[in-house]
């Protein structure tokens, strides 16, 4: 049996409070921030400048997390909206002390 050690990151990120939103999947969460931060890592996301952190699921199985970050993308904006403001109601920004 194959054990699998890694952990994925299905994340939400924001342009600000109830603004434009992104989904994404990543095995390294804190590297992923830096790079749509530094505006590297996605042409949507630098374009409406959407940087901010504001929820994340950590799945065990790459294809598990593949498959949440689809059913995010599927959700309309106010699920999206809730899902957030149920773990982070202030909209902080979670990325916010990573160095």
């Not at 890592?41 to 929820?55: E, G, H, I, P, W």
């Amino acid at each position: 049996m194959k054990v699998n050690n890694r952990q994925y990151y299905v994340y939400i990120l924001s342009s600000k409070k109830n603004g434009t939103l992104y989904m994404g999947v990543t095995n390294n969460l804190e590297r992923r921030l830096i790079e749509h931060k530094q505006k590297l890592a996605s042409v949507f996301t630098s374009k409406y400048d959407v940087n901010r952190l504001m929820y994340f699921e950590i799945i065990a199985d790459i294809n598990e997390a593949i498959k949440r970050e689809k059913q995010l993308k599927n959700w309309n904006k106010q699920w999206k909206i809730e899902l957030i403001e149920k773990e982070n109601p202030n909209w902080k920004d979670l990325s916010i002390n990573w160095n």
